[in-house]
């Protein structure tokens, strides 16, 4: 469904991407885990548009979308949820959660899909007239997600959502992460907390300063040596 | 006290000018933290299109004041695209000199067109001339029109940015405008939105002066839109609340010292608020101390 293939991102003299492919099929959970400044977030932030390749292709059903705005990408059902939940701070919950259906003109399935966030998350329902940025860390990541629900993704791009957050909350937030998949949704999950992406996800790819050193299941990946060492703490 | 009252009636219809540029400016810097020097002379041009509309084609006051806010709003936004939109990648000292760029160049091409000399608005339709005396405060029909279309104005924005799509997408961007992108908002089109509500409210403040003080020149924007733009900072820049806030502060301010005192003073006053809100509260009477982002 996604598919990434020896995607090249620099920054000034600096080489950020050296070349990535990887894949994700439709239903699937697939992981990209590594240390700090591997590239994870310049990887998803490729994805979406943010940030141009310096070669490389990004295809999306197998149609070339490397080219397209950062519009025209959460139009096709790619939508991030970035690094630090990035709501906007200054306006209500409500607000946030309409952003997120920016691009949507059915009023009414809008109004549906707000319902089933709420639902999905009632403590955003008791906060909805709240600013976003006097939630807590763990409220910040669910609104982050509900956001990211409104505008139906396709595939849905999650950058690190337990940074930061306690670990009943990291618990918490992953079991909503394999709910929304169950329903349909596919998903690239960008972790650094390797242990808690590996037990959700179909399969993963490590990612080491810009390049995949290791590709398999989940379950393989868990069970390599170099995993373990490096990032299952063990 | 009377003298206090009308003092004050004269502030909020003045106010009411250094508030709606003051908007443009604080509306522009709330999205790309840009002072928009040229904005006082996007004011200018709408003075002079008003004042085409109804000295040369005869057009009613309502008329002329749509036709000035509607070439303003093209303006900014041509202004936006040609010269800040190549920089928005560089440096902010950058695009802030090519502002003052573009207000000489809006303040020569003016003056190439139409001359250096100061032009009248002419005999205004009667009703326009009116005055009501309440209660030994002598208070001018053009003073109610300021005062009325001006908050009429600022109602019809905040509508637009508290409860519109655009407003919210203006309001994201402001915010994050990485995160609005990756909602699909197009923030191109969001800040050249931006430019064309706050110039359609220059221009609109133009023909408000026209009227008021007829007579217009090419440089008329210079000083009105500095003091709009301390107006902006003293409310504190980029807040809505703030811009109006300081225009009717420094609007009141400026009536009181050349009624109380001498109106030789008015500008010394106003940048010396400049001086003291920099020294004492950077961030404007409104603002909060600022948390750079990580």
Same mark, same amino acid.
């Given at each position: 469904?996604?598919?990434?293939?020896?995607?090249?991102?620099?920054?000034?003299?600096?080489?950020?991407?050296?070349?990535?492919?990887?894949?994700?099929?439709? =239903?699937?959970?697939?992981?990209?885990?590594?240390?700090? =400044?591997?590239?994870? *977030? *310049? *990887?998803?932030?490729?994805?979406?548009?943010?940030?141009?390749?310096?070669?490389?292709?990004?295809?999306?059903?197998?149609?070339?979308?490397?080219?397209?705005?950062?519009?025209?990408?959460?139009?096709?059902?790619?939508?991030?949820?970035?690094?630090?939940?990035?709501?906007?701070?200054?306006?209500?919950?409500?607000?946030?959660?309409?952003?997120?259906?920016?691009?949507?003109?059915?009023?009414?399935?809008?109004?549906?899909?707000?319902?089933?966030?709420?639902?999905?998350?009632?403590?955003?329902?008791?906060?909805?007239?709240?600013?976003?940025?006097?939630?807590?860390?763990?409220?910040?990541?669910?609104?982050?997600?509900?956001?990211?629900?409104?505008?139906?993704?396709?595939?849905?791009?999650?950058?690190?959502?337990?940074?930061?957050?306690?670990?009943?909350?990291?618990?918490?937030?992953?079991?909503?992460?394999?709910?929304?998949?169950?329903?349909?949704?596919?998903?690239?999950?960008?972790?650094?907390?390797?242990?808690?992406?590996?037990?959700?996800?179909?399969?993963?790819?490590?990612?080491?300063?810009?390049?995949?050193?290791?590709?398999?299941?989940?379950?393989?990946?868990?069970?390599?040596?170099?995993?373990?060492?490096?990032?299952?703490?063990? | 006290?009377?003298?206090?009252?009308?003092?004050?009636?004269?502030?909020?219809?003045?106010?009411?000018?250094?508030?709606?540029?003051?908007?443009?400016?604080?509306?522009?810097?709330?999205?790309?933290?840009?002072?928009?020097?040229?904005?006082?002379?996007?004011?200018?041009?709408?003075?002079?299109?008003?004042?085409?509309?109804?000295?040369?084609?005869?057009?009613?006051?309502?008329?002329?004041?749509?036709?000035?806010?509607?070439?303003?709003?093209?303006?900014?936004?041509?202004?936006?695209?040609?010269?800040?939109?190549?920089?928005?990648?560089?440096?902010?000292?950058?695009?802030?000199?090519?502002?003052?760029?573009?207000?000489?160049?809006?303040?020569?091409?003016?003056?190439?067109?139409?001359?250096?000399? *100061?032009?009248?608005?002419?005999?205004?339709?009667?009703?326009?001339?009116?005055?009501?005396?309440?209660?030994?405060?002598?208070?001018?029909?053009?003073?109610?029109?300021?005062?009325?279309?001006?908050?009429?104005?600022?109602?019809?924005?905040?509508?637009?940015?508290?409860?519109?799509?655009?407003?919210?997408?203006?309001?994201?961007?402001?915010?994050?405008?990485?995160?609005?992108?990756?909602?699909?908002?197009?923030?191109?089109?969001?800040?050249?939105?931006?430019?064309?509500?706050?110039?359609?409210?220059?221009?609109?403040?133009?023909?408000?002066?026209?009227?008021?003080?007829?007579?217009?020149?090419?440089?008329?924007?210079?000083?009105?839109?500095?003091?709009?733009?301390?107006?902006?900072?003293?409310?504190?820049?980029?807040?809505?609340?703030?811009?109006?806030?300081?225009?009717?502060?420094?609007?009141?301010?400026?009536?009181?010292?050349? =009624?109380?005192?001498?109106?030789?003073?008015?500008?010394?006053?106003?940048?010396?608020?400049?001086?003291?809100?920099?020294?004492?509260?950077?961030?404007?009477?409104?603002?909060?101390?600022?948390?750079?982002?990580?």
């Amino acid at each position: 469904m996604l598919e990434i293939k020896d995607l090249e991102v620099g920054f000034g003299g600096i080489t950020a991407l050296k070349g990535i492919s990887l894949s994700v099929a439709e =239903g699937e959970i697939v992981t990209l885990i590594g240390a700090n =400044g591997a590239g994870k *977030t *310049t *990887t998803l932030r490729t994805v979406s548009g943010l940030v141009r390749p310096r070669a490389g292709k990004i295809l999306v059903d197998g149609q070339d979308v490397t080219r397209l705005s950062a519009q025209a990408r959460v139009k096709r059902g790619l939508v991030q949820v970035p690094e630090g939940r990035r709501v906007f701070p200054q306006m209500s919950v409500l607000e946030n959660l309409e952003l997120g259906a920016y691009l949507r003109k059915d009023a009414k399935s809008v109004a549906s899909d707000l319902d089933d966030v709420f639902a999905r998350f009632p403590r955003l329902a008791d906060r909805r007239k709240q600013h976003a940025g006097t939630l807590s860390g763990g409220e910040q990541q669910m609104l982050a997600i509900g956001r990211a629900l409104m505008s139906r993704p396709q595939i849905l791009l999650l950058d690190e959502p337990s940074m930061g957050l306690a670990p009943l909350l990291v618990q918490e937030i992953f079991s909503i992460v394999s709910e929304i998949n169950a329903g349909g949704t596919t998903v690239l999950l960008v972790e650094q907390n390797a242990n808690m992406a590996l037990q959700i996800a179909h399969r993963g790819y490590v990612l080491e300063t810009g390049k995949i050193v290791l590709a398999g299941t989940a379950a393989e990946l868990t069970s390599t040596d170099e995993v373990k060492r490096a990032y299952l703490g063990g | 006290m009377e003298q206090l009252a009308q003092q004050l009636v004269n502030g909020l219809a003045l106010g009411s000018i250094y508030a709606l540029i003051a908007l443009g400016y604080t509306m522009v810097y709330g999205i790309i933290q840009l002072i928009n020097f040229a904005h006082g002379d996007v004011y200018m041009v709408g003075a002079y299109v008003g004042y085409f509309c109804m000295v040369h084609l005869n057009l009613g006051f309502v008329e002329s004041l749509v036709i000035a806010m509607a070439v303003c709003t093209v303006l900014g936004v041509v202004i936006e695209r040609v010269a800040y939109k190549p920089l928005r990648k560089s440096t902010r000292i950058a695009v802030l000199i090519t502002a003052i760029g573009v207000s000489l160049l809006l303040e020569y091409t003016m003056m190439f067109f139409v001359g250096a000399d *100061t032009r009248t608005y002419g005999v205004l339709p009667p009703f326009m001339e009116q005055s009501f005396n309440v209660g030994g405060v002598l208070i001018t029909m053009k003073q109610i029109i300021i005062i009325g279309v001006s908050v009429l104005l600022m109602v019809v924005l905040q509508y637009i940015v508290r409860r519109t799509k655009v407003g919210k997408a203006m309001r994201a961007v402001s915010q994050d405008a990485d995160a609005a992108r990756l909602m699909g908002i197009s923030v191109d089109n969001t800040i050249s939105f931006t430019f064309a509500l706050g110039s359609a409210l220059a221009g609109a403040a133009g023909v408000l002066v026209g009227v008021y003080y007829n007579a217009i020149n090419p440089l008329m924007g210079v000083l009105p839109g500095l003091k709009a733009f301390i107006a902006a900072v003293f409310g504190g820049i980029g807040l809505i609340p703030g811009a109006l806030l300081g225009g009717y502060f420094i609007g009141a301010a400026e009536t009181l010292v050349s =009624g109380y005192w001498s109106s030789l003073y008015t500008d010394a006053v106003v940048f010396g608020i400049l001086i003291l809100v920099l020294i004492f509260k950077p961030t404007g009477l409104l603002g909060s101390n600022v948390r750079e982002k990580v």
